[in-house]
């Protein structure tokens, strides 16, 4: 399916001004009809889904535009991709374990702070 940009917003997330940004930066590749509307379509839904995973898990722009490079130029660069994804996997899981460690001091002075409200 085609759809314009406010519909792709939606559908994504992502406001008209975010979709723009991705474009200018060669992170999307968006097709124009022709009085020059960005139309986007269901492989720019799949892709876009994919890539904020990955920002979620902190990998940069820079990373996902080299990722994006490697996938068009095709499986001669798997290594390079999967070794990209273990690198962000990897620094994902200490984030993840700084966060944890956080949670951890929080339920701590929560449970003091509960003890001494309570009156213990």
Not at 87 to 116: F, P, S
């Amino acid at each position: 399916m085609a759809y314009k940009i406010h519909e792709f917003s939606k559908m994504t997330g992502l406001t008209p001004y975010t979709l723009r940004f991705y474009e200018k930066e060669g992170l999307i590749s968006v097709k124009r009809d022709q009085n020059n509307i960005r139309i986007y379509d269901d492989r720019n839904k799949e892709w876009i889904d994919f890539f904020m995973h990955l920002k979620k898990t902190g990998m940069t722009i820079v990373d996902l535009k080299q990722y994006l490079v490697w996938w068009h130029e095709g499986d001669s660069t798997n290594q390079n991709r999967l070794d990209l994804l273990k690198k962000q996997k990897k620094i994902a899981l200490n984030e993840m374990k700084q966060i944890q460690e956080g949670i951890n001091m929080l339920d701590y002075k929560i449970n003091v702070y509960t003890k001494r409200v309570q009156g213990n």
